[in-house]
């Protein structure tokens, strides 16, 4: 395995861009990032936001407008894909139907001489968790079990980097939860590189050491999950990253007067703010006062409801334990318990 350890960075991208026509928006504007080796990046964003086409670009099959691509700060921008030393892991896995899982192991292993193939390929099955099944085809295999060769079989060509385009998006809710925990400590294990394509933000902030949210085309905020989640870079991430209440304040230091009253600050500021406060964040207590918010929807989500609030035209979301029980159309006070994010202009 490829244990790299290195003080620069693993890949440095500077200022990627890519226009497919000439009419239309950059499908990606402008991109800077780092990646430490070792390091997990999941970049997560909405349909069309330009994920994928990074991706692409990253791996050598699209080739960029503007910017360059380092791996170990060697240019890489314009090398072919199998120059790069990169793995891919696609959602569809791409495994050979017509090959057992040793052989489409081995397919990947060139660098590999030929009588060492077999035992140096069944410890990668053995990574996975899947020696019993060497000698079986990818159709006798449940999705989750595929995926798992596929990532030994792209593990086995020791690949600087590995990037992952919605791979779990073709398993059901319990397997993705696994498969995902697995993944991750297959390459914490392995010291391997990974950059991850996702637009589900539950995925990226479990799986990765840093998230980066895109926004038509543009990387807008790069940090640790806890990070984007606490202290998001604009509105769009806010709401992105779960749910949100957007409020304007007035601040006065720590402290800033909105339509739910006095709220604290995460950070000290004057006058006017834009504010997120996590749905988490607000209280709700019975109350008999005509004039308190009134619960207008209630979702049952298992370990918590989720509450829509409204008070003087204006419409809140609260997340509580599943033992806090409010009927529909009756009144509750709201109360900040925690801090808001300041949005920054
Ligand atoms: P998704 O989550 O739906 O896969 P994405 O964030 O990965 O989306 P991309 O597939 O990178 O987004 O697409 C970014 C933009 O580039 C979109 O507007 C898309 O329509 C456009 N695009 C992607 N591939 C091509 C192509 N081959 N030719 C022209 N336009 C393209």
Same mark, same amino acid.
């Given at each position: 395995m490829n244990k790299i350890k290195h003080s620069q960075p693993l890949m440095r991208v500077e200022g990627l861009s890519k226009r497919y026509n000439e009419a239309d928006a950059l499908a990606v504007n402008h991109i800077n990032f780092e990646l430490a080796a070792g390091e997990i990046l999941a970049l997560l964003g909405p349909s069309g936001c330009g994920k994928t086409t990074t991706l692409r670009m990253l791996a050598g099959f699209e080739q960029p407008n503007a910017g360059r691509i380092y791996l170990h700060e060697q240019d890489v921008t314009d090398l072919?894909?199998?120059?790069?030393?990169?793995?891919?892991?696609?959602?569809?896995?791409?495994?050979?139907?017509h090959m057992t899982l040793l052989r489409n192991v081995t397919f990947a292993m060139r660098h590999v001489p030929k009588e060492a193939l077999t035992d140096k390929a069944m410890e990668w099955l053995k990574l996975v968790g899947l020696t019993d099944y060497a000698k079986r085809y990818p159709h006798e295999l449940s999705g989750g079990q595929q995926q798992r060769v596929a990532l030994a079989r792209t593990l086995a060509a020791e690949p600087k980097l590995v990037l992952l385009d919605e791979p779990f998006s073709n398993l059901d809710a319990a397997l993705r939860e696994t498969t995902r925990k697995e993944m991750r400590e297959l390459f914490k294990q392995a010291g391997t590189s990974v950059?991850?394509?996702?637009?589900?933000?539950?995925?990226?902030?479990?799986?990765?050491?840093?998230?980066?949210?895109?926004?038509?085309?543009?990387?807008?905020?790069?940090?640790?999950?806890?990070?984007?989640?606490?202290?998001?870079?604009?509105a769009f991430v806010a709401k992105f990253l779960g749910?949100?209440? *957007? &409020?304007?304040?007035?601040?006065?230091? /720590?402290? $800033?007067? +909105? =339509?739910?009253?006095?709220?604290?600050?995460? @950070?000290?500021?004057?006058?006017?703010?834009?504010?997120?406060?996590?749905?988490?964040?607000?209280?709700?207590?019975?109350?008999?006062?005509?004039?308190?918010a009134k619960v207008v929807?209630?979702?049952?989500?298992?370990?918590?409801?989720?509450? *829509? &609030?409204?008070?003087?035209?204006?419409? /809140?979301? $609260?997340? +509580? =334990?599943?033992?806090?029980?409010?009927?529909? @159309?009756?009144?509750v006070a709201l109360k900040s318990t925690h801090c808001a994010s300041i949005l920054p202009d």
């Amino acid at each position: 395995m490829n244990k790299i350890k290195h003080s620069q960075p693993l890949m440095r991208v500077e200022g990627l861009s890519k226009r497919y026509n000439e009419a239309d928006a950059l499908a990606v504007n402008h991109i800077n990032f780092e990646l430490a080796a070792g390091e997990i990046l999941a970049l997560l964003g909405p349909s069309g936001c330009g994920k994928t086409t990074t991706l692409r670009m990253l791996a050598g099959f699209e080739q960029p407008n503007a910017g360059r691509i380092y791996l170990h700060e060697q240019d890489v921008t314009d090398l072919p894909p199998q120059k790069r030393n990169i793995g891919i892991v696609f959602q569809d896995y791409a495994l050979f139907p017509h090959m057992t899982l040793l052989r489409n192991v081995t397919f990947a292993m060139r660098h590999v001489p030929k009588e060492a193939l077999t035992d140096k390929a069944m410890e990668w099955l053995k990574l996975v968790g899947l020696t019993d099944y060497a000698k079986r085809y990818p159709h006798e295999l449940s999705g989750g079990q595929q995926q798992r060769v596929a990532l030994a079989r792209t593990l086995a060509a020791e690949p600087k980097l590995v990037l992952l385009d919605e791979p779990f998006s073709n398993l059901d809710a319990a397997l993705r939860e696994t498969t995902r925990k697995e993944m991750r400590e297959l390459f914490k294990q392995a010291g391997t590189s990974v950059i991850l394509v996702t637009h589900d933000q539950a995925e990226a902030m479990t799986f990765a050491d840093k998230v980066g949210v895109m926004q038509q085309g543009q990387l807008v905020q790069l940090d640790t999950p806890q990070q984007v989640y606490q202290n998001p870079a604009n509105a769009f991430v806010a709401k992105f990253l779960g749910h949100t209440n *957007l &409020l304007l304040g007035q601040a006065q230091g /720590y402290l $800033a007067q +909105t =339509p739910l009253g006095s709220i604290n600050l995460n @950070n000290p500021h004057e006058g006017e703010v834009h504010l997120s406060l996590r749905p988490e964040n607000l209280a709700l207590t019975p109350c008999d006062d005509p004039q308190a918010a009134k619960v207008v929807d209630r979702q049952f989500r298992g370990h918590d409801y989720l509450y *829509l &609030l409204e008070q003087d035209g204006l419409q /809140y979301c $609260a997340i +509580t =334990p599943s033992y806090n029980y409010f009927e529909l @159309n009756s009144r509750v006070a709201l109360k900040s318990t925690h801090c808001a994010s300041i949005l920054p202009d």
